[in-house]
C-alpha cells in the first residue's frame, strides 16, 4: 500500500488515486483514501475489477447504502445497485437512460440525501458520455459577503418530480408513462437549507440545484426564481468544475454534500455507456 499515490485532477476539485485495488485494502489506507475524498471531493480510481459485491462492501465503508426510488434501473439480484446505460433489449432500456442529465446532488429531494455515490464503468462509448463536478464549497465562498447574507437562515424546497420543475425537461422515455409515474414513485419534498455545514469538514457549501431546487421557502415565489436563477447561473462557472472523460473500469466516488454534477450526454445513438452506481446514505443536511 505504501505506492498508493494521490494525484490532483484539477484546480477545481478531483484527485486520481493510483496504486490501488478498491476492496483490497486495510484500514490505515482507508484512512487516507478518506481523508483525500474529504480534500478532494471527487476520487477516480482506474482499471478497477469490480463485481457487483465487491462494489457494494466497498460503499458500505463509507456507510449504510440506500436503494433509489426508480427500481426499475437495479441490478437483478442486487438492488443496492443501479444500472445507467443506454442499452437496450427488445427496444427496452435495461437502465436509467437519463440519470444526472441536469445539474444536481444525488438525492437532494429526499430528506437524509447521498452522502457519496459511486460509478463503476464497464461500457464506455467512443463519444461523449462525459460527467462534470462542481465545487460548491468555491461556489459559497466566492458570493458577495451581501449575498452570503441575505442566504442566511434560508431554506430550500427539493422535488424528484420533473413535472413540477420548469427549469428541466422531461425525458420522452417517461414522458409516454405520463405524469403519474413522477406521483407514483416521488417522495414528499424535502426542505434543506440553501447553504449547508459540511458535516465532517465543518465547512459551509450552496445546495440547490437546477434538477431537484424548485422555490425559496421563506420567500414569495417570484423573489425565489429570481434568487434561485441567479444562484443557479454562479454554481455552474467553468472555475469551479472538473470534467471526467472516462476509461472503461473506472470508479469514481463523489461527495454529493459540497458539488453538483451533471451527466454531460451526447452519447450517439447505437453507442453503449453502461454503469453500475451504488449510493451512502447521508445525514440530515443543516
Ligand atoms: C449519478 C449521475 C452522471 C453520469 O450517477 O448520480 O448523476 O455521468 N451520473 O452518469
Ligand atoms: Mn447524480
Request: aromatic letters at 8%.
Amino acid at each position: 500500500m505504501s505506492d498508493m499515490q494521490i494525484n490532483p485532477l484539477s484546480e477545481a476539485l478531483g484527485a486520481e488515486v493510483i496504486g490501488v485495488n478498491v476492496g483490497e485494502f486495510d484500514e490505515a489506507a482507508f484512512d487516507k483514501i478518506h481523508d483525500a475524498f474529504l480534500e478532494y471531493q471527487v476520487l477516480v480510481f482506474r482499471n478497477q475489477n469490480l463485481p457487483p459485491d465487491r462494489q457494494v462492501s466497498f460503499a458500505r465503508r463509507f456507510g449504510e447504502l440506500d436503494i433509489h426510488v426508480q427500481k426499475e434501473s437495479a441490478l437483478p439480484g442486487h438492488e443496492e445497485i443501479q444500472i445507467l446505460s443506454t442499452k437496450k433489449i427488445d427496444g427496452k432500456y435495461v437502465g436509467s437512460p437519463s440519470a444526472g442529465d441536469n445539474w444536481h446532488s444525488d438525492l437532494s429531494y429526499s430528506d437524509l440525501p447521498t452522502l457519496c455515490s459511486m460509478l463503476y464503468a464497464m461500457e464506455i462509448p467512443e463519444e461523449g458520455g462525459d460527467t462534470e463536478w462542481a465545487n460548491m464549497y468555491t461556489a459559497y465562498e466566492t458570493l458577495s459577503d451581501e449575498m452570503k447574507r441575505q442566504l442566511d437562515g434560508l431554506h430550500a424546497r427539493h422535488t424528484y418530480n420533473r413535472f413540477r420543475n420548469p427549469r428541466v425537461e422531461v425525458p420522452e422515455v417517461y414522458k409516454g408513462q405520463g405524469k403519474q409515474r413522477y406521483a407514483d414513485i416521488a417522495p414528499p419534498d424535502a426542505i434543506h437549507p440553501v447553504v449547508r455545514t459540511h458535516p465532517e469538514t465543518g465547512r459551509k457549501a450552496l445546495y440547490i440545484s437546477e434538477r431537484f431546487t424548485i422555490g425559496i421557502e421563506e420567500l414569495p415565489e417570484e423573489d425565489g426564481q429570481a434568487l434561485l436563477d441567479e444562484l443557479i447561473a454562479h454554481q455552474k462557472q467553468r472555475d469551479f468544475i472538473y470534467r471526467h472523460k472516462w476509461d472503461q473500469h473506472d470508479l469514481t466516488i463523489w461527495d454529493n454534500r459540497c458539488l453538483i454534477h451533471l451527466a454531460c450526454g451526447g452519447v450517439p445513438e447505437g453507442q453503449i455507456r453502461h454503469m453500475h452506481r451504488v449510493i451512502v446514505r447521508g445525514d440530515k443536511p443543516f
